[in-house]
């Protein structure tokens, strides 16, 4: 699965993603580009700005997610791996 398809169906399903934790649990090292992409694709993502002192950093989430019972679920090994079931 790719991590485009994968990053897409944890937004789809209500969850945040901030760079670090698209590297964490995606092993994306390039989120800005994944969120351009699917935007491209007619996603609608949502970017509020953090900010931490005199840092700031994007979080993407999409306002009215897709929650679906019957969709496949993401689930992490005991590695850290994260996988579509």
Same mark, same amino acid.
């Given at each position: #699965?790719?991590?485009?398809? #994968?990053?897409?169906?944890?937004?789809?399903?209500? &969850?945040?993603?901030?760079?670090? *934790?698209?590297? *964490? +649990?995606?092993?994306?090292? !390039?989120? %800005?580009? $994944?969120?351009? @992409?699917? !935007?491209?694709?007619?996603?609608? $993502?949502?970017?509020?700005?953090?900010?931490?002192?005199? +840092?700031?950093? %994007? @979080?993407?989430?999409?306002?009215?997610? $897709? $929650?679906?019972?019957?969709? #496949?679920?993401?689930?992490? *090994?005991?590695? &850290?791996?994260?996988?579509?079931?």
């Amino acid at each position: #699965m790719s991590q485009l398809k #994968m990053i897409k169906h944890y937004l789809e399903s209500g &969850g945040r993603l901030t760079p670090l *934790d698209a590297l *964490d +649990k995606f092993q994306c090292m !390039r989120l %800005a580009s $994944v969120i351009h @992409q699917l !935007r491209s694709d007619g996603v609608e $993502v949502e970017t509020k700005t953090i900010k931490n002192g005199k +840092k700031s950093y %994007a @979080q993407y989430y999409m306002k009215n997610p $897709v $929650v679906n019972k019957n969709q #496949m679920s993401l689930i992490w *090994d005991t590695t &850290g791996r994260l996988y579509l079931v």
